[in-house]
């Protein structure tokens, strides 16, 4: 595998599931990022990982849920979900954080809460 | 509030060219991308300014004016697999990355 896979593709949940995203870069980054990329709507931040500590929660409710095991990894549980959740998620990682460090995105997981 | 403007959508035909304009207004500034993403794909990288100038990387060529807070995206000799949607993002003093909503641009033959 090369680049940043990420798993399921494709997610259809109830609003009262538990559910997990996983991605996994092997490009030997350092930060990893997870974006929710909704229609016609510019891509959210959502939490920030540099060296498996998070340096960014933008106001994201509590019923998603990070986890960063190591560098290569991400996670990002799901639980209590609304429907207004249902959205495109994108895991990127970066060399490091800032300057001209580029990201790359993983395919992202298609998600509809119903 | 931190902002980022580019047009909805662009069309142009196939063997021209075409500007993709992105203004911005950010607290501070690192530094500019631009991003193509393909429908149903994921976003990759094309450019990266931080200082004023032309950026020029085969037929696309980017430009950046920190004064008028001011970018755009030069793709020359336009071919089909140019339509995707373009997103420019430019990089806070937080070095969080503010994303615009992308220009769809669509090519015709």
């Known amino acids: 595998e090369t680049g940043v896979t990420q798993t399921p593709r494709h997610l259809v949940m109830g609003m009262t599931n538990k559910k997990s995203l996983k991605c996994e870069q092997h490009?030997?980054?350092?930060?990893m990022y997870w974006y929710k990329q909704s229609a016609k709507k510019p891509l959210e931040l959502m939490f920030v990982?540099?060296?498996?500590?998070?340096?960014e929660n933008n106001s994201v409710p509590s019923r998603f849920s990070p986890e960063c095991p190591n560098s290569s990894h991400l996670f990002l549980h799901l639980h209590t979900l609304q429907p207004e959740d249902s959205a495109l998620y994108l895991c990127?990682?970066?060399?490091?954080?800032?300057?001209?460090?580029?990201?790359?995105f993983g395919p992202g997981t298609r998600l509809t809460v119903t | 509030g931190q902002n980022i403007d580019q047009p909805t959508e662009m069309t142009a035909t196939e063997g021209a060219i075409v500007q993709i304009n992105c203004t911005y207004q950010?607290?501070?500034?690192?530094?500019l991308f631009w991003y193509q993403q393909h429908a149903g794909e994921a976003p990759t990288f094309l450019s990266y300014?931080?200082l004023d100038g032309l950026e020029e990387k085969g037929r696309f060529s980017s430009f950046l004016s920190r004064s008028k807070g001011y970018s755009y995206l030069l793709l020359k000799e336009l071919q089909m697999k140019d339509s995707a949607s373009y997103l420019c993002?430019?990089?806070?003093?937080?070095?969080?990355?503010?994303w615009g909503a992308g220009t769809k641009l669509i090519i015709k033959p």
């Open positions: 990127a990682s970066s060399q490091d954080i800032g300057g001209s460090y580029e990201q790359y």
């Open positions: 490009l030997g980054h350092n930060a």
């Open positions: 990982y540099n060296f498996k500590e998070q340096t």
């Open positions: 950010t607290s501070g500034f690192n530094g």
């Open positions: 300014n931080v």
């Open positions: 993002a430019v990089m806070d003093s937080n070095y969080q990355l503010i």
